[in-house]
């Protein structure tokens, strides 16, 4: 990477474990209020998500909010156990310009100081390069999709 641009084909499966892990968290990371953040989000990091994905996200929150999903809770997703390091092995190259990445997050939701839920989960997460604008996307990449999601553990 040299002043936002990558050299060739050259993008590191670090660089794209990175930028997944760190967007994903974002969007889905609910501070103040899981009904008015969630939405915040998606907006807030259009620039990170493909059309195709921000259309799903919209969707998903239409059916949260309207099955009462959303509340006034907040949200928190992190690394499980040291599960949020990068091998190598968690970052597949799917063609020149696209990848498919496992993160295994850790999501709690909380309604005052009660715990909702709290669960282990498993994201495969389609991210592509993305013709955007430095000036509004430095990465260059963009997050997808999810392919998959995957509950390995429940708490509460």
């Known amino acids: 990477l040299q002043g936002g641009y990558y050299k060739g084909n050259n993008v590191s499966n670090a660089v794209v474990y990175g930028f997944a892990y760190q967007m994903f968290i974002a969007i889905n990371t609910w501070s103040d209020n899981a009904q008015k953040d969630y939405k915040k989000n998606i907006i807030d990091y259009r620039y990170y998500i493909t059309p195709r994905y921000r ?3 919209k969707n998903d929150y239409k059916t949260s909010f309207e099955t009462g999903n959303l ?3 907040v949200q928190t997703i992190a690394p ?3 599960m949020g390091y990068v091998s190598g092995t968690q970052v597949k190259r799917t063609s020149d310009n696209s990848w498919v990445l496992d993160l295994k997050l850790r999501v709690t939701r909380y309604k005052d100081s009660a715990v909702l ?4 989960y498993e994201y495969k997460i389609r991210v592509v390069r993305t013709a955007e604008s430095i000036q509004y996307n430095p990465w260059g990449l963009a997050l997808d999709g999810l392919v998959s999601k995957k509950r ?3 708490f509460v």
């Open 55 to 57: 259309h799903y996200l």
């Open 71 to 73: 509340l006034d809770s």
């Open 80 to 82: 499980y156990n040291g």
């Open 117 to 120: 839920m709290d669960a282990l």
């Open 152 to 154: 390995l553990k429940t």
